[in-house]
């Protein structure tokens, strides 16, 4: 059965996208902690992390490590954090999430739910974002 993720990837379930190659999709976070608040997620539908194949791992916080230089250029926060729990959806999936503090990074002050036009809105930022740092997102 595919998982929640690989439904958005492929289509059958709407997301906000602001990269796609290959190996994996950005898509912003429906229960979002911050503005701006991303997903990393490969095409394989592996549960943990620690199972991916080596090359996939590295593809991931590369584009992690692209998509928090966006946000950066976007929203100006102090930092961007990245965090792998796993525990909502089994498929792995990085949280690329630009912070101010440590409290940021508390998941249970994320949204419960928000207004489509605002992941929209955000999608925009990021995805101008990642051209403007000369990256070209694929969507």
């Known amino acids: ?41 490969p095409v394989l539908e592996v549960d943990h992390w620690l199972d991916l194949p080596p090359d996939t791992n590295s593809h991931l916080i590369n584009v992690a490590q692209i998509i928090g230089q966006a946000q950066m250029t976007a929203y100006n926060p102090e930092r961007v954090g990245i965090v792998i729990a796993g525990f909502e959806v089994p498929h ?11 409290q940021d990074l508390d998941f249970t002050r994320a949204a419960t739910t928000v207004d489509q036009s605002l992941l929209s809105a955000a999608a925009v930022d990021l995805t ?12």
């Open 92 to 102: 792995t999936h990085l949280h690329v999430i630009p912070i101010n503090g440590m």
């Open 1 to 41: 059965m595919s998982s929640v993720f690989t439904k958005i990837m492929s289509g059958e379930l709407p997301g906000h996208f602001i990269w796609k190659d290959d190996i994996c999709a950005a898509f912003l976070s429906i229960n979002p902690i911050a503005t701006g608040h991303t997903l990393v997620v």
């Open 128 to 139: 101008s974002a990642l051209i403007e740092n000369g990256n070209s997102p694929g969507v």
